[in-house]
């Protein structure tokens, strides 16, 4: 079975239960928080051919709005903000069991604390193409100067770049973590011709696999597409980012505490690290998915990556797709519907 066909599988099962009677559809309500307009269209076209009856709000969850879930045993939840260990205690004492998170990623939620208040916490299975397909376009754009040729050009200045591009075919990429996001990035390089590495403690695919140090030390592309956990906590720190190689480019499209910012930040401007692509960065919260047009920054980090020519950012974003989309909110659903069907058997 494909990455593909694996994240289609919870929604294959869910829409079985529609070929069904309609009095096989469970009737459930499941409260919808931290819902963007894009997701609230989503939800409402697919919630009642499900059986669900959906409460809807742009609001995260938190203890002002507990009341939105009553009578709720399932909720659905954005990665945008942090769900707090009191918010929990809330939803608990609010009858809550189960949390439905829109996104590979748990790093916004104390799960174990959720469990020892009797709530279940399951992420979402979505396309790994949407951030696969955007980690190559980051490499590519890293390796050939992407951004510093752009910005000559929007200044009109249609010269030549000082530093000649490079060819995937010629360069050595290491895949950290080859989970499914990884293993589809590494099925895209494969058709540029170039040398693949691979890292994971739990090596999962035909990859040649080598110790990490060794990845670091060959590779002129690092990509990091592990979960972040207190084991992965700056994973890339400053020992390991001196290992890299010599002029690398490192790409971040998994979380940004992989990543030991300021010492990024050191190496490059050092001249060791040859460039950076961040969909991804420490602190981002409250800067990302906001508009900050009119207001300052305040994360010097964030600014000081900026003014860099050779490092690119984006405001996590690359799992922003309309199949993707389309997967999270489908799969939300069939995570609640699954919840409610063996709490039932039970």
């Known amino acids: 079975m494909t990455d593909s066909e694996l994240a289609r599988t919870a929604a294959h099962r869910t829409r079985s239960l529609m070929s069904s009677s309609p009095s096989a559809v469970p009737k459930i309500g499941i409260t919808i928080y931290g819902c963007e307009q894009d997701e609230a269209v989503l939800f409402r076209e697919m919630a009642p051919r499900f059986g669900v009856m959906p409460t809807i709000t742009e609001t995260a969850a938190s203890v002002a709005n507990i009341e939105l879930a009553s009578g709720n045993r399932c909720i659905s939840v954005s990665h945008k903000t942090q769900i707090t260990n009191s918010t929990l205690l809330a939803l608990s004492q609010a009858g809550v069991m189960y949390i439905s998170t829109r996104s590979v990623g748990y790093n916004h939620i104390n799960v174990k604390y959720a469990e020892s208040l009797g709530i279940s916490v399951e992420n ?48 050595t990429v290491g895949v950290i973590g080859t989970g499914r996001i990884g293993a589809a990035v590494m099925d895209r390089l494969r058709g540029f011709g170039c040398r693949i590495l691979a890292y994971d403690n739990r090596p999962s695919t035909s990859a040649n696999y080598v110790p990490l140090d060794e990845l670091l030390q060959q590779s002129d592309i690092v990509t990091l597409h592990t979960p972040l956990n207190a084991d992965t906590h700056h994973l890339l720190d400053r020992q390991r980012i001196e290992q890299v190689k010599r002029g690398a480019f490192i790409i971040n499209t998994g ?81 609640c519907l699954k919840f409610e069907s063996r709490n039932q058997r039970g």
């Open 255 to 335: 979380r940004g505490p992989l990543l030991d910012t300021e010492a990024l930040i050191a190496a490059l401007e050092s001249g060791r690290l040859g460039g950076a692509a961040l969909d991804v960065l420490e602190g981002e919260e409250g800067i990302f998915y906001a508009d900050c047009r009119n207001k300052p920054i305040e994360s010097k980090p964030l600014l000081r990556l900026q003014e860099m020519p050779n490092v690119l950012i984006s405001p996590h974003t690359a799992y922003y797709t309309d199949h993707a989309l389309s997967d999270t909110v489908e799969n939300s659903i069939a995570n």
């Open 124 to 171: 979402v299975a979505y396309s790994p193409d949407s951030v696969a397909d955007y980690t190559l376009m980051l490499m590519l754009m890293a390796a050939r100067n992407a951004k510093s040729i752009i910005s000559r050009v929007d200044a009109h200045d249609y010269r030549l770049n000082d530093v000649r591009g490079k060819e995937l075919r010629d360069l």
